[in-house]
């Protein structure tokens, strides 16, 4: 890339910070989906697949030996989506909760957001 733009030489990386890739356990996952597909219905569940991102969950998840079950929460308007689908042109336009300019529908972001939370637990803990 570096002899591609034109650059006078290579660049030097440093690596400061490593976080390894996040890896639900499928069964787990399975599970906390169904709930919210009893929940939802199973149209408003959408597997976007493998992410290059990762999180601290998954260090917390193995360091305690727990299954992970990461999931995603939608927060945007959905008016501005047109495909309903991964090929969507505003995947690539709307801004992703790590942007600053990300901007979250409140409503019904919010009750959903808390009615997730309680749905996935009531799914873990017995009698919650």
Do not use: C, K
């Not at 709930?35 to 360091?63: H, K, M, R």
């Not at 929460?73 to 801004?95: E, I, K, Q, R």
């Not at 919010?110 to 996935?120: E, M």
Request: no cysteine.
């Amino acid at each position: 890339m570096a002899v591609t733009s034109g650059a006078p030489q290579e660049p030097t990386i440093t690596e400061i910070e490593r976080f390894p890739v996040v890896v639900n356990d499928a069964a787990a996952l399975g599970r906390t989906l169904e709930a919210f597909a009893a929940w939802l219905g199973p149209d408003a569940i959408l597997d976007p697949g493998a992410g290059a991102g990762s999180e601290d969950v998954g260090i917390l998840a193995t360091a305690a030996g727990a299954p992970l079950s990461y999931w995603l929460l939608g927060g945007t308007d959905p008016a501005l989506f047109t495909t309903g689908d991964m090929s969507d042109p505003a995947l690539l336009s709307v801004p992703s909760n790590h942007s600053p300019h990300y901007a979250p529908v409140i409503e019904p972001t919010l009750t959903l957001g808390v009615t997730a939370l309680a749905t996935a637990v009531r799914t873990w803990l017995p009698g919650a």
